[in-house]
């Protein structure tokens, strides 16, 4: 019982020091907002038009590979730690054969969904284009121009 009053003492004392550094920093930051801190960020690019649209099912099925080849490397690390393991070689002389063997049909099956995503255009993303917003800036045009040219060149 003793054990547990530690862990909670820790539990509450952890709570309670979130609690509070959330609360003081809500009164300590400045709290100034405007139009362009209010605007949706999407990555970097200007947004067009409202963000409460339909999702685009292509996130979805980015996102659903990555996992895929996430959990891919998951199985791959216990396995290549113990593919080479000495007693199991020696527990069954075709070990490593079997587990190479098991290991290509995993990482086939895998490239076999790969391939299929490609065939039927998953991976094409096609970025739309923005449309050209009136420069208010007092910096002309042409030195973002000059500045584009030279980024884009490289």
Known sequence: MEAFAYVAAFLIAGILFLAIILTLAKW??????????LSTYESGEAPMGNANIRF???FYLIALMFVLFEIELIFLF???SVFHHPE???ASPIW?????VEMFIFIGILALGLALAWVKGYLNWEKPV????????????QAYQKIRDKYVSE
């Open 78 to 80: 216990p396995w290549a």
């Open 56 to 58: 685009n099912p292509r």
């Open 28 to 37: 300590i930051r400045p709290n100034r907002p405007n139009v362009e801190k």
């Open 96 to 100: 490593s054969t079997y587990a190479l």
């Open 130 to 141: 923005a449309p050209q917003l009136p420069n208010d800036s007092p910096i002309p045009d």
């Open 88 to 90: 199991l070689e020696e």
